[in-house]
């Protein structure tokens, strides 16, 4: 699915630009001398995570329920491996974070660099538990690996008691997605809770859904009213961004060019290391922020150069990251848990005695 693979591309660089013009010393120069550009990119460029939580529920829907129906019995196995697929890398990115600050914190006097971590801040990252605790964030974004977890899980439970009823199942999605769009989205301190961007997620569920061959128009129509409803009662920026892109992907589908453009090779390999990017990017602003601070003498040209070097760093650095931690990561499973079975004459023993 090119499309898939351009969007995640798209929003993985436009969290990293963002990110770039919100931290440190380079980006108090870029706010100085390209004022317009940088509020643009701490304002909208930060949205682009909306795309990300519209294209998790559109293909966790297409693997775990592509009719409504969930298609294994029990869920807490796929929310186990989904929970391995993020932290493996997740922790690794954020031990190189720590490493990074520490470094970084050498060189460099500024609010970006985290304060020195403790075995409980870390422990609490891992766990995904760091966001409802109010620890510190060890790195840029990482709230979003929790919120990815939480959503898959609820996703995967609301399918579950559905189970054997697929209306049931969508009922209950649709059902969360009202309740998100129309009460639980409109109050920014829930922002730890999958609560609060189920609307997004699960519209790009419901995008699956509606796309599939056979289904009414009617679908659709029901999304773009349950979006335009929503907003109408509240507009907000980053609803209207999430119901486009679950529009663009149901369409997408519908008319098979979800699987057929674009056709590019760049925007491919950039959707395939997004997570990488995302996780790795951090480090590296602020290593190059260090070397900025120490090195640069205010020439509006040298801030650009120093803003497309430290982007290029960190795309090779999502490379490297990817290739050597997150493929690799990607192989390990959780044990099954298997009842033990006795050897045959101890069953047979077993039998005579009870």
Do not use: K
Not at 134 to 162: E, H, K, N, P, R
Not at 228 to 236: G, H, T, Y
Request: glycine letters at 6%.
């Amino acid at each position: 699915m090119p499309l898939i693979d351009a969007l995640r591309a798209l929003a993985s660089q436009l969290v990293l630009v963002h990110h770039l013009a919100f931290y440190g010393p380079l980006a108090t120069a870029l706010a100085v001398e390209f004022s317009d550009l940088s509020q643009w990119l701490i304002d909208y460029a930060r949205m682009a995570v909306q795309i990300f939580l519209v294209v998790g529920g559109f293909l966790a829907a297409r693997s775990l329920a592509p009719q409504g129906e969930l298609l294994v019995r029990q869920p807490f196995a796929l929310i186990g491996r989904r929970y391995l697929r993020l932290v493996l890398p997740f922790a690794v990115a954020i031990s190189l974070a720590v490493v990074a600050s520490a470094v970084a914190d050498q060189w460099l006097d500024d609010p970006a660099i985290p304060a020195q971590a403790h075995l409980g801040q870390w422990l609490a990252h891992v766990t995904l538990v760091h966001g409802v605790l109010g620890v510190d964030s060890l790195s840029a974004g990482v709230w979003y690996v929790a919120i990815d977890f939480q959503l898959f899980a609820l996703f995967a439970l609301l399918l579950w008691c559905g189970r054997g009823r697929p209306w049931l199942s969508v009922l209950l999605v649709l059902m969360l997605v009202l309740a998100s769009l129309f009460y639980f989205n409109r109050y920014p301190t829930l922002d730890n809770w999958a609560l609060y961007f189920f609307g997004a997620y699960g519209l790009g569920a419901a995008a699956w859904w509606a796309s599939a061959p056979g289904r009414l128009r009617l679908w659709l129509g029901l999304m773009l009213c349950t979006g335009c409803a929503a907003l109408v009662e509240d507009f907000r920026l980053r609803v209207l961004l999430a119901v486009g892109v679950a529009l663009l992907l149901a369409v997408g589908r519908r008319q098979e060019w979800l699987y057929r453009w674009p056709h590019s090779r760049v925007s491919a390999f950039l959707g395939r290391i997004s997570y990488s990017v995302f996780l790795v990017h951090f480090p590296v602003l602020l290593l190059m922020n260090a070397l900025f601070a120490h090195n640069s003498d205010g020439d509006p040209a040298a801030i650009l150069w120093w803003l497309v070097v430290s982007w290029v760093v960190a795309i090779v650095a999502g490379m490297a990251f990817h290739r050597w931690v997150e493929l690799p990561c990607a192989g390990w499973r959780l044990p099954s848990l298997q009842p033990y079975r006795l050897p045959g004459r101890w069953r047979l023993l077993r039998r005579r005695l009870f």
